[in-house]
C-alpha cells in the first residue's frame, strides 16, 4: 500500500519531522529497505516497530530513546530508501530528514551481502554530513555466503567509522552504540572521503556553491545543493523552501544555474 502525498498531507509529516530538542543527541537510521534499521531501532529502543522480511515495511518515521554512557540518544528509525535523489513519498521523508532534521548522527545501515548497491547511499549521505557512522548489518548472512568484507579497509576508503552487526542476533550492538556516542559527543570526527566529479562539473558546483552559500547559512551543505541544483532535483527545492524558507526556484537562481552550465 502506497503512501500518498495526498493520503498524509504534506503538513502532517513536516509537523511530525523536526522532533522537539530536549537534550541529548538525535541519531537517524537511514539505509536501504530491508537492511534492518526498524531491527536495530527495536533492539536499542527496547520498542517494536514493524520488522519483516519485504521491503517498504517503515513508511513514516518512528522515534525512540536509549541511553549509553551517561548520554540519552533519540534514535529516528526511517523509511527505506535507496538514493537521497527522493522518488517516492517514503524516500522523500527519509531524505528530508537526513537534510532538514538536524541529525547529530546519521547511521547508514547497510546490507553485507550486497555491499556495493548500498554504498550508493553511504556516498550521498557522507556528501550532505560529516557525521556518518556505516552499520554493516547482516553479517551472519554474509558469513553464510562466504562473503568475506575487509572492515578496516572498508572504514579507511569512506572516511567514516564502519560497525559490522547481526542485529537480528545482538551481534556488534553494543560497539555500535560505542560509536553513534563518540560520534555524537565529538570525541571520534569521521572524515568522508570526498567524491571528485569531472573537472567541468567541479567548477559548476563551486561557481554555485559560492552563491548559494549565504543563502543557506551552513544550515545545508552548499556544495552538495549546488550539484542537485545542476542536477535538477526539484523536490530538494521544495523541502528547502519549506525547512528553511529559501526560495531556490526564483529566477535568480536559475539564472545563475543556467549560467554556470553555460
Ligand atoms: N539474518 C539476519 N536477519 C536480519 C538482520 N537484521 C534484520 N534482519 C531481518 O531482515 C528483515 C528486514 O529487517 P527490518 O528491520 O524490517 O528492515 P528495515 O531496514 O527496517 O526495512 P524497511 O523498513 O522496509 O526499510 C527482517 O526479517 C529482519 O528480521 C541480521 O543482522 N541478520
Ligand atoms: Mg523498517
Request: contains cysteine; hydrophobic residues 45%.
Amino acid at each position: 500500500m502506497g503512501l500518498t502525498n495526498q493520503a498524509t498531507g504534506f503538513r502532517t509529516l513536516r509537523e511530525n519531522f523536526l522532533p522537539a530538542r530536549t537534550g541529548g543527541y538525535l541519531v537517524a537510521l537511514a539505509g536501504n529497505p530491508n537492511a534492518g534499521k526498524s531491527t536495530i531501532f527495536n533492539v536499542l529502543t527496547g520498542l517494536r516497530q514493524h520488522t519483516g522480511n519485504w521491503p517498504g515495511k517503515t513508511v513514516l518515521q518512528a522515534r525512540g530513546k536509549f541511553t549509553h554512557q551517561g548520554h540519552i540518544f533519540t534514535l529516528v528509525d526511517l523509511p527505506g530508501t535507496y538514493s537521497l535523489l527522493a522518488n517516492s513519498v517514503e524516500e522523500q521523508v527519509a531524505r528530508d530528514f537526513i537534510c532538514f532534521g538536524r541529525p547529530d548522527v546519521t547511521v547508514v545501515v547497510v546490507d553485507a551481502t550486497c555491499l556495493e548497491r548500498n554504498l550508493n547511499l553511504v556516498l550521498q549521505v557522507t556528501e550532505t554530513t560529516t557525521a556518518v557512522v556505516v552499520c554493516l548489518n547482516l553479517m551472519d548472512e554474509a558469513r553464510r555466503k562466504n562473503i568475506v568484507i575487509d572492515v578496516p579497509l572498508l572504514a579507511g576508503e569512506l572516511g567514516v567509522p564502519v560497525v559490522p552487526t547481526a542485529a537480528r542476533n545482538g551481534e556488534g550492538l553494543a560497539r555500535l552504540k560505542d560509536v553513534i556516542a563518540a560520534v555524537a559527543t565529538g570525541a571520534m570526527r569521521p572524515v568522508p572521503t570526498p567524491i571528485i566529479y569531472d573537472k567541468d562539473i567541479e567548477t559548476a558546483a563551486s561557481q554555485l556553491a559560492r552563491q548559494l552559500q549565504p543563502l543557506l547559512r551552513g544550515r545545508l551543505n552548499a556544495r552538495w545543493v549546488a550539484l542537485r541544483l545542476l542536477e535538477g532535483d526539484a523536490t530538494l527545492l521544495q523541502g528547502i523552501q519549506q525547512f528553511l524558507g529559501v526560495d531556490l526556484s526564483e529566477p535568480g537562481i536559475k539564472l545563475q544555474v543556467k549560467e554556470v552550465l553555460a
